[in-house]
């Protein structure tokens, strides 16, 4: 998303059977907007970081928990949101953004 050739392809697609079978979807190829790429690249990684997120605490509940129980776990790994800009640093490698292969495996 940092360079200035980036690409942007976006649509109206829901991935679903109907969606590629039996309508009129739109696609839009975006080149050589940067702005928009950085865009598309936060929100991907906002999504990203909330099912991540989810998928954690879902992870530390077990089956049976109570309501305080299920509260004690989420106090213990509140610590785990940062709201400072350091949350950022494991997209980064010594000079770029890593590559998506690296940031998959995280």
């Given at each position: 998303p940092f360079e200035k050739d980036s690409v942007v392809v976006t649509c109206s697609h829901n991935l679903g059977y109907k969606a590629s079978?039996?309508?009129?979807?739109?696609?839009?190829?975006?080149?050589?907007?940067?702005?928009?790429?950085?865009?598309y690249a936060a929100h991907v990684l906002d999504v990203v970081n909330h099912f991540k997120w989810r998928y954690h605490l879902q992870s530390k509940m077990e089956k049976g928990m109570n309501e305080a129980q299920?509260?004690?776990?989420?106090?213990?790994?509140?610590?785990?949101?940062?709201?400072?800009?350091?949350?950022?640093?494991?997209y980064f490698g010594k000079d770029q953004f890593i590559d998506e292969y690296r940031l998959f495996l995280r």
């Open positions: 079978y039996c309508n009129d979807e739109n696609m839009m190829i975006i080149q050589g907007a940067p702005a928009i790429s950085m865009a299920k509260r004690a776990v989420l106090e213990k790994e509140w610590h785990a949101l940062d709201i400072t800009d350091q949350w950022m640093d494991h």
